[in-house]
C-alpha cells in the first residue's frame, strides 16, 4: 500500500495534467482489492431500571465492494468526485458485559448484525484533492447505513436499521492518468450512531444507543482511468460557450498531438479539418 505522502506528487501528478491528455475528466470504475478488512467497534449505551452502562466489542472483518471515481484536474485543486460507493462488511457478532457488580457478577448482552452496508446516497459526493498530502476530503459526505440486528441477554430485541446522513469522510487519492491505475486508500469515515426505537424496548429498558466505528484505513479501491468525453466538445476553457478563446487553444496544439481535446476529428494531428468541426460547434455550449 502506498503512504498517502506520495499521492499526485511527482511524476503522478504530472501525467495526469500533461497536455497529450484529454482535457477534463478521467473517471474509473474501482473495485475494494481483495484482503481489505475494516474494523469494527459497536459501542452500545443503555439504559434501564438498573441504572446506565456503556461498553464496546470490536471485530474485523473482510469488506467487499464497488465505486465510481472521476478525478478532474482542469483546474487547481484538483477534484475527486464519487458518485456511487458501496460497502458490505458482511454479518458480526459482538458480546458486552454491564452493571458488573462484586458477587452479582454482569448482565450479559450479545449483538448480532446482519447485512451490514454502508454506502453514498444518490448523487454522491465531490472534494478538493490536497496536492502536498494527497488526500481528498469530503467535509460533508451524504451516506446511508443500514443493517438487521438481533439483541439478546439483558434486552431482547429483533430490528432492522437504516440511517441517512452527512458524514464527513476522506481518502487518499493515487492516479496516472489515461490508461492508468486510480487507487483509493486510508479512507476514513465518522462514527454512524443510531438508537433502537423506544416501542422495540422491552420494560424496564429506557434507552439503547448503539454507535458503530468502522475502520477503513484497512481498505484499498482500484480500477483502471478512462478519459471522459467533455459535455461540450470545442468549449477548451471551460467558460460554457465555444468562442474566440478556445480558437486560439487550437492554433496552440496545431500540429501533431495525439489524444489532445483539440483534435476534434481524432486523428492525432490538429488541423484544418479541426476548425472546420471547432465552426460548427461555434456559441453556447448546449
Not at 438498573?50 to 465510481?68: E, W
Not at 426505537?197 to 434507552?207: A, M, Q, R, W
Not at 467533455?230 to 476553457?237: A, E, R
Not at 480558437?247 to 496552440?252: D, E, K, S, T
Request: glycine residues 12%; hydrophobic residues 40%.
Amino acid at each position: 500500500m502506498m503512504h498517502v505522502g506520495r499521492y499526485f506528487t511527482g511524476a503522478l501528478f504530472t501525467a495526469m495534467t500533461t497536455s497529450t491528455l484529454i482535457a477534463g475528466d478521467f473517471g474509473a470504475e474501482v473495485v475494494v482489492e481483495k484482503g481489505s478488512t475494516a474494523t469494527v467497534t459497536l459501542v452500545v449505551d443503555i439504559n434501564t431500571s438498573f441504572g446506565t452502562d456503556t461498553d464496546d466489542s470490536t471485530t474485523t472483518k473482510p469488506v467487499i465492494g464497488t465505486g465510481t471515481v472521476v478525478i478532474d484536474s482542469d483546474t487547481a485543486p484538483t477534484t475527486l468526485s464519487i458518485p456511487n460507493l458501496d460497502f458490505d462488511l458482511g454479518s458480526a457478532d459482538f458480546s458486552y458485559s454491564f452493571f458488573c457488580l462484586p458477587i452479582i457478577g454482569c448482565q450479559g448482552l450479545d449483538v448480532s448484525v446482519s447485512n451490514f452496508t454502508i454506502g453514498l446516497q444518490k448523487g454522491g459526493t465531490s472534494g478538493p484533492v490536497d496536492a502536498s498530502s494527497g488526500v481528498a476530503a469530503f467535509p460533508a459526505a451524504p451516506f446511508v447505513s443500514s443493517f438487521d440486528y438481533q439483541v439478546s441477554g439483558l434486552a431482547d430485541i429483533i430490528g432492522s436499521n437504516v440511517v441517512p446522513e452527512i458524514y464527513s469522510f476522506r481518502s487518499g487519492v493515487s492516479a496516472a492518468g489515461n490508461g492508468g491505475d486510480v487507487t483509493l486508500s486510508q479512507l476514513a469515515l465518522d462514527p454512524i450512531v443510531f438508537e433502537i426505537p423506544p416501542k422495540d424496548l422491552p420494560f424496564g429498558v429506557n434507552s439503547v444507543q448503539i454507535t458503530a466505528n468502522v475502520d477503513l484505513s484497512n481498505v484499498t479501491l482500484s480500477g483502471q482511468l478512462e478519459a471522459q468525453e467533455s459535455p461540450c466538445p470545442g468549449d477548451f476553457d471551460q467558460s460554457g460557450q465555444v468562442d474566440g478563446s478556445d480558437f486560439g487553444a487550437i492554433l496552440a496544439a496545431w500540429g501533431a498531438c495525439s489524444g489532445c481535446p483539440e483534435d476534434l476529428d481524432g486523428n492525432n494531428d490538429v488541423g484544418g479539418s479541426d476548425i472546420g468541426a471547432f465552426l460548427a460547434l461555434w456559441g453556447p455550449c448546449p
